[in-house]
């Protein structure tokens, strides 16, 4: 009798057990930690960029306009850029804020010709400018949101450009009347945007848009009139107002996470 009842006991303790178990809500497992974007990054890109280059000719006065030199000649430029880039961020929840500097080498180049003269000879002067930016680089702000390995951001800060300029005149008949080089390192301001995506801890991979105008500029012109027969050295100059347009895509390595 006394072992019937406490083997009663020992079920219904069993049982109640078990009933209390199934009630209790399961612990949850603990989410992933999401990439933290913090720290100091350093790598290289490459891409493509394509501006133009309005020029006018003031110094010509009444010359430029007996001569109906066109008040402004359009110049298109493009070409490959490749360089390296470097910055640091620190990530508040889904805010990631930071500053970037890149440089990038290339040659955006391009030329235009224009035929003009007096109203009785139109085609009277061939004048052809030419202009080759062989590197630019930023150094900007960056502000972007952040999800999880995905970064989406936006920049802003100052450009800086360096450009070499070809100014050729000649008489009809392809005689030349003047040539002249000029070059230019000059500052303007910069906006874009980007998207990053996190390939692993220490590597990212980046597309990027970035405008650079660079304002207007006077640009120094020293050359010669009649160099094949005078050879009469002048200085002159151009002014010039700058865009560049580029597309960057690029590979960083992310180090010093803790740096902040």
Do not use: C
């Amino acid at each position: 009798m006394g072992h019937a009842f406490f083997a009663g006991i020992a079920v219904t303790a069993l049982l109640a057990g078990s009933a209390l178990a199934a009630d209790m809500p399961l612990k949850a497992v603990a989410p992933a930690a999401a990439y933290d974007w913090s720290g100091l990054y350093a790598g290289g890109v490459v891409g493509g960029a394509w501006g133009t280059t309005d020029s006018s000719d003031p110094g010509l006065g009444i010359l430029g306009i007996l001569a109906n030199v066109p008040v402004i000649q359009t110049t298109s430029s493009s070409g490959f850029i490749g360089g390296i880039e470097g910055g640091s961020r620190y990530q508040l929840g889904k805010l990631v804020v930071g500053t970037e500097a890149d440089i990038a080498w290339g040659k955006v180049d391009g030329t235009s010709t224009t035929s003009f003269g007096p109203v009785s000879a139109s085609t009277l002067f061939t004048r052809s400018i030419g202009a080759n930016t062989n590197w630019v680089g930023t150094a900007a702000s960056t502000i972007g949101i952040a999800h999880d390995r995905w970064l989406i951001y936006g920049k802003a800060g100052a450009a800086y450009a360096h450009t070499n300029f070809t100014d050729g005149w000649t008489i009809a008949g392809g005689f030349p009347a003047f040539s002249g080089t000029g070059t230019t390192s000059r500052v303007g301001w910069t906006a874009g945007t980007g998207i990053e995506w996190a390939l692993w801890t220490n590597w990212s991979l980046k597309a990027e848009y970035d405008y650079l105008d660079f304002g207007n500029r006077a640009v120094a012109i020293n050359g010669t009139i009649l160099p094949t027969v005078a050879n009469f050295p002048v200085s002159t100059g151009l002014q010039d107002t700058t865009h560049i347009n580029q597309f960057k895509a690029g590979l960083n390595w992310h180090f010093l996470s803790d740096f902040w």
